[in-house]
T-cell receptor
Framework: DTAVSQTPKYLVTQMGNDKSIKCEQNLGHDTMYWYKQDSKKFLKIMFSYNNKELIINETVPNRFSPKSPDKAHLNLHINSLELGDSAVYFC???????????????FGPGTRLTVL | RKEVEQDPGPFNVPEGATVAFNCTYSNSASQSFFWYRQDCRKEPKLLMSVYSSGNEDGRFTAQLNRASQYISLLIRDSKLSDSATYLCVVNMVIRGGSTLGRLYFGRGTQLTVWP
């Protein structure tokens, strides 16, 4: 069984459109994250939620809106897509918000977004 | 300055070689350190956590030098299957002494092991 799943795996769309990416984890974790990995391969955190509560909101345009209907799901909605939004978006989860070295983050397979 | 800096490589080594990757981090209050591995077009996966005293997991040895804010990963007896990008990851303290689970990733060091 997949621990962290994302849909869709690939998303090709036109500039100006609105799209959503869904994420689900079946690990029973309390915390979920969205990361963006750009063409230079830098992986940067965008948001994190702990028990459905927004904890981290990096400097991300407000066209990006996360939603956590329950602690197993964290979706990402993007309005008015721009060329620069093209990237791979990874969802991740971890057991708790913690400094512990045991607090491994488990990543989903990624959604490759291409904006034309 | 980036929070976590790594030499991007690429490192191209023959099977059986020993290879070492280095990484520096900017926040001296950082608490937790990791090496993640990312295969081409796949998600990152935890390779190993890095403990203050250094730790070993089979052919992999991780070292931490807090004074120099430096982390290393040594791979002995390289295998073809070790070919991947290795990401140095640090859990940064951001406010009130908390990290809020925030991980900062280096851009990764690409390793190719050839037969």
């Amino acid at each position: 069984d997949t621990a962290v799943s994302q849909t869709p795996k690939y998303l090709v769309t036109q500039m100006g459109n609105d799209k959503s990416i869904k994420c689900e984890q079946n690990l029973g974790h309390d915390t979920m994250y969205w990361y963006k990995q750009d063409s230079k391969k830098f992986l940067k955190i965008m948001f994190s939620y702990n028990n459905k509560e927004l904890i981290i909101n990096e400097t991300v345009p407000n066209r990006f809106s996360p939603k956590s209907p329950d602690k197993a799901h964290l979706n990402l909605h993007i309005n008015s897509l721009e060329l620069g939004d093209s990237a791979v978006y990874f969802c991740a989860s971890s057991q708790v918000l913690s400094e512990s070295p045991y607090n491994e983050q488990f990543f989903g397979p990624g959604t490759r977004l291409t904006v034309l | 300055r980036k929070e976590v800096e790594q030499d991007p490589g690429p490192f191209n080594v023959p099977e059986g070689a020993t290879v070492a990757f280095n990484c520096t981090y900017s926040n001296s209050a950082s608490q937790s350190f990791f090496w993640y591995r990312q295969d081409c077009r796949k998600e990152p996966k935890l390779l190993m956590s890095v403990y203050s005293s250094g730790n070993e997991d089979g052919r992999f040895t991780a070292q931490l030098n807090r004074a120099s804010q430096y982390i290393s990963l040594l791979i002995r007896d390289s295998k073809l299957s070790d070919s991947a990008t290795y990401l140095c990851v640090v859990n940064m303290v951001i406010r009130g002494g908390s990290t809020l689970g925030r991980l900062y990733f280096g851009r990764g060091t690409q390793l190719t092991v050839w037969p």
